[in-house]
């Protein structure tokens, strides 16, 4: 006769175990005529008699009272398990805005992998606008952007500040235009509306230096030190200076981070509000 471990691990765990609490508990005592010999045989190839029978009552042995509960413990995680790995892939499509997506979005994203490996994870960095309309047509699940438009509501994460940035080097000659490196004027960006704007209502003359098509591209512009950009303050790459007070250059106002989401898998619902936790944590006010 096999030991009851070996008998366990030979035969479909769920299987075996559920038939062991069937016939170990409750009123299942009761029912003698189909349980009687299946306990009996069980009782055999676990080696331990699990109940204790007088004639006037039927209990579990003291071997049954230890037996019961982790065999109950167990079938509960292997049918949890099953459920887990029988669901369908659950997929978490993501857009970030271009200047929202920091220096810590490595470490977000990584965060998020860990959290749940299985998640069909997929990550788009992009303008506001085209993020939106993608989550529009529902190819994203959810994006975090400007709020530019107060009808579309959204759960607030942050706000982003700007300042106007160029090399050391970057010179511009009071009376002649300012030399500015902006986004294309295809993706009808938040950030460069919100830059000419100023400079217009301040009446300073500019001209289009550099277009670039996305924030990487207008950074490098920067960099090299014939233009200068409004640049979000918690993106700006190392070696640029703020130059809006020595150029006397208007103020550029706030930004509103916004997260928006379809309706969700709990799954990804959960992965979700982990990785917004974590953005708000990461963009709180220094001090």
């Not at 200076?241 to 990804?268: M, T």
Request: proline fraction near 6%; include cysteine; charged fraction near 25%.
């Amino acid at each position: 006769m096999r030991d009851g471990a070996g008998w366990i691990e030979g035969r479909e765990p769920g299987r075996a175990l559920r038939e062991a609490v069937e016939v170990s508990g409750g009123d299942l005592f009761r029912q003698r005529a189909i349980r009687r010999g299946r306990r009996r045989r069980l009782e055999e190839k676990l080696g331990a008699r699990l109940i204790e029978r007088t004639p006037r009552r039927v209990r579990l042995s003291a071997r049954g009272a230890v037996f019961l509960p982790a065999a109950r413990e167990f079938l509960a995680a292997h049918e949890r398990a099953i459920t887990e790995f029988s669901e369908a892939p659950c997929r978490l499509a993501l857009g970030f805005v271009d200047h929202v997506a920091g220096p810590e979005l490595s470490i977000l994203i990584a965060q998020l992998h860990a959290h749940d490996p299985s998640l069909a994870l997929s990550i788009r960095i992009d303008t506001s606008s085209l993020l939106e309309e993608a989550f529009d047509r529902g190819e994203l699940d959810a994006v975090i952007v400007h709020q530019e438009d107060d009808s579309r509501g959204g759960e607030a994460l942050s706000r982003t500040h700007y300042g106007w940035f160029a090399a050391p080097a970057f010179e511009w000659r009071p009376g002649t235009p300012l030399r500015l490196a902006l986004l294309s004027t295809v993706c009808n960006c938040p950030d460069r509306l919100r830059a000419v704007e100023a400079l217009d209502k301040a009446g300073i003359a500019w001209n289009v230096a550099f277009v670039g098509g996305g924030g990487a591209a207008v950074n490098i512009a920067v960099s090299a030190g014939f233009v200068v950009s409004a640049l979000a303050q918690r993106v700006v790459p190392p070696g640029l200076v703020e130059v809006g007070r020595e150029l006397g250059l208007p103020p550029i106002p706030p930004s509103e981070i916004v997260l928006h989401s379809h309706a969700l898998a709990p799954r990804a619902r959960e992965a979700l509000h982990m990785l917004a936790t974590a953005f708000r944590e990461y963009n709180l006010p220094a001090g």
